[in-house]
């Protein structure tokens, strides 16, 4: 939680976290979500509905924390109108209704790099979700098959693949 605090400068709720030694050490969880600079004006960031997660003895005690590998099921990933920058958003776009907290008292932390590593992220079924300027409008919302991210945490970037379908034009894209 602390390590998607400090990489998202986010508010990270955690319904379960159950840690299993063995026969082999698996980390599972549900319920993550996360609201960017803890905002409850506007929907989530990130949601996933259930994770499970495999380790090694060393990579749960070491720091930084190193998972092998992240199962993650109901993906889903809100960018609100205007992008991340929420704090400096145009005045006349709406936050759902709702004056904005103040700024989030979330203390920073050391580098997500510090803290997490995960090897290789897959997630079946995701979603993007793009909130448009326009209150009377419609999110674009693009579904996410087979999602494999690599290297997460690694200052160099994380490689991706998936297959998404686009919404407009109505259509299937291989990317990476």
Do not use: C
Not at 4 to 16: H, I, M, R
Not at 24 to 31: C, F, L, R
Not at 58 to 71: A, H, Q, Y
Not at 93 to 101: H, R
């Amino acid at each position: 939680v602390a390590a998607l605090n400090a990489k998202f400068d986010s508010q990270v709720e955690l319904g379960s976290l159950q840690v299993s030694l063995f026969p082999k050490p698996v980390v599972t969880g549900e319920g993550v979500v996360l609201r960017y600079k803890g905002r409850t004006d506007v929907p989530p960031l990130l949601s996933v509905r259930s994770f499970s997660s495999s380790a090694g003895i060393v990579g749960l005690w070491g720091r930084p924390i190193r998972l092998k590998t992240l199962d993650v099921e109901g993906y889903d990933i809100r960018i609100p109108a205007g992008g991340f920058d929420l704090d400096n958003a145009s005045p006349d776009t709406p936050q759902a209704g709702t004056t904005p907290p103040p700024p989030s008292k979330i203390a920073p932390q050391r580098k997500a790099s510090d803290t997490l590593l995960i090897d290789r992220v897959v997630a079946r079924e995701a979603t993007l979700e793009i909130a448009t300027k326009d209150p009377s409008g419609l999110p674009r919302r693009f579904d996410i098959h087979n999602l494999e991210m690599t290297g997460i945490g690694e200052a160099t970037g994380a490689p991706f693949r998936a297959q998404v379908t686009n919404p407009k034009p109505r259509g299937d894209v291989d990317t990476s």
